[in-house]
């Protein structure tokens, strides 16, 4: 079975700098691409970012460009997001995501880690 | 990019009652780009439906959907106690985006 584990949030300060990590298990990893989604009560569910199976292709939403990095390494079955230039509506639970296709769908979340960006 | 609105934004049934939800796009969404995910509180959202109208693995058949162009339903037959929950459509069809979400609670 699919799983996957978020690390690394908690609090920063506004222009700080976090990362974040998803450890996945039960699956080929290096087969999938994956997302991080992140949720807030406010604005509710927003795609963040993206990367192709090996790491050859990101993509990330606009709110987020040129701050944000992901990446990840295919020998530790290991995602990973880079959030620099914290600003506080950054604030939100971050959600690791693996993508299946054809067709396309989030099948299968982590259990989420809070970032609160906050002076 | 593609608004999703949802509606209603709560719905009050009882166990046993059919539950329709609707999620509107702002432009015409693929049929195989549209999911439906399902959250509890404190929980990530779980895929329920993908492709428009394919269940998961392990989603019971009493969940439907159904949907074209810009109109999509998903559709509970019966409810049962674990159905209550907060239903999120989702687009892929550019700019991945989420409607705002319907709670479907107990009345």
């Known amino acids: 079975e699919a799983q996957l584990l978020e690390s690394g949030g908690g609090l920063a300060r506004p222009g700080g700098s976090l990362r974040l990590s998803c450890a996945a298990f039960?699956?080929?990893?290096?087969?999938?691409?994956m997302s991080w989604v992140r949720q807030t009560p406010e604005k509710g569910l927003e795609w963040v970012s993206a990367?192709?199976?090996?790491?050859?292709?990101?993509y990330y939403a606009d709110s987020v460009k040129g701050r944000f990095t992901i990446s990840r390494d295919n020998s530790k079955n290991t995602l990973s997001l880079q959030m620099n230039s914290l600003r506080v509506e950054d604030t939100a639970v971050y959600y690791c995501?693996?993508?299946?296709?054809?067709?396309?769908?989030?099948?299968?979340w982590g259990q989420g880690t809070l970032v609160t960006v906050s002076s | 990019e593609i608004v999703l609105t949802q509606s209603p934004g709560t719905l009050s049934l009882s166990p046993g009652e059919r539950a329709t939800l609707s999620c509107r796009a702002s432009?015409?969404?693929?049929?195989?780009?549209l999911v439906w995910y399902q959250q509890k509180p404190g929980q990530a959202p779980r895929l329920l439906i993908y492709?428009?109208?394919s269940r998961a693995t392990g989603i019971p058949d009493r969940f439907g959907a159904s949907g074209s162009g810009t109109d999509f339903t998903l559709t509970i037959s019966r409810l049962e106690p674990e159905d209550f929950a907060v239903y999120y459509c989702?687009?892929?069809?550019?700019?991945?985006?989420f409607g705002q979400g319907t709670k479907v609670e107990i009345k």
């Open positions: 990367i192709s199976n090996s790491g050859d292709k990101t």
């Open positions: 492709g428009a109208s």
């Open positions: 989702q687009q892929f069809t550019d700019s991945w985006t």
């Open positions: 432009q015409s969404v693929s049929s195989s780009q």
């Open positions: 995501a693996k993508e299946a296709f054809n067709p396309l769908r989030l099948d299968c």
């Open positions: 039960g699956f080929t990893f290096s087969s999938h691409s």
